[in-house]
């Protein structure tokens, strides 16, 4: 089993629509926790961190669940340039730094 | 502010090739982190230095791959002898560990094509 698994995708959706990316995770001695996203042919770019209350930023809301070991990204009233791969993060601070990459859920938002 | 810097962008070479990839962080950034991405096995961390000093090999694939941090701004990831199935994108990262958690950024990577 992986340690990070995440839904391949892909998620096509229309312009104004809400979706929701699920992510969990095997090793219950991650630390920390992120969401990047990634375009096509670019570098992951951070998108948000993943706190324990859960955070909002914008039209993005993160949550955790440390018991279930799950983690979740929701995006409402999706863009066109919201399209792309949605990457979730874990790391074991407390272990070394080791930050472990999901595959990754593709988003496509259409017109 | 730079981000971090990664050369070359793009790499085309021939198997048995030794193959150099540099990499210079952000300024004040205590870890750097190699990747290796590809379709089939999606992000895989490679290395990791802390102040300059390597902490975990263990995603190094094999011998034909090293890598070394000379000094705070500077880091190269090295094939040698290339094979095609090093054919990948290679990431360079860094971040600085403060009160918060820790954040990688990421450069724009190195295309790397072993023919």
């Known amino acids: 089993r992986k340690e990070v698994e995440q839904d391949p995708g892909p998620f096509n959706v229309p312009e104004g629509a809400t979706v929701a990316f699920n992510c969990t995770y095997s090793n219950s001695a991650s630390q920390s926790f992120f969401w990047y996203r990634q375009d096509c042919r670019k570098e992951p770019k951070l998108l948000m961190s993943v706190y324990s209350s859960g955070n909002e930023d914008g039209r993005f809301t993160a949550q955790l669940n440390r018991a279930s070991q799950y983690i979740s990204l929701l995006i409402r009233d999706s863009k066109l340039s919201d399209s792309a791969t949605y990457l979730c993060v874990v790391n074991r601070e407390n272990y070394g730094q080791n930050f472990v990459f999901g595959p990754g859920t593709r988003l496509s938002v259409l017109p | 502010d730079a981000g971090v810097i990664q050369s070359p962008r793009h790499e085309v070479t021939e198997m048995g090739q030794e193959v150099t990839l540099r990499c210079k962080p952000i300024s004040g950034h205590d870890y750097l982190f190699w990747y290796r991405q590809t379709m089939m096995r999606g992000l895989e961390l490679l290395i990791y230095f802390n102040n300059n000093v390597p902490i975990d090999d263990s995603g190094m694939p094999e011998d034909r791959f090293s890598a070394k941090m000379p000094n705070a701004s500077f880091s190269t990831l090295k094939i040698q002898p290339s094979e095609p199935r090093d054919s990948a994108v290679y990431f360079c990262?860094?971040?600085?560990?403060?009160?918060?958690?820790?954040?990688?950024?990421f450069g724009q990577g190195t295309r790397l094509t072993v023919v």
């Open positions: 990262a860094s971040s600085f560990h403060n009160s918060q958690h820790l954040k990688a950024f």
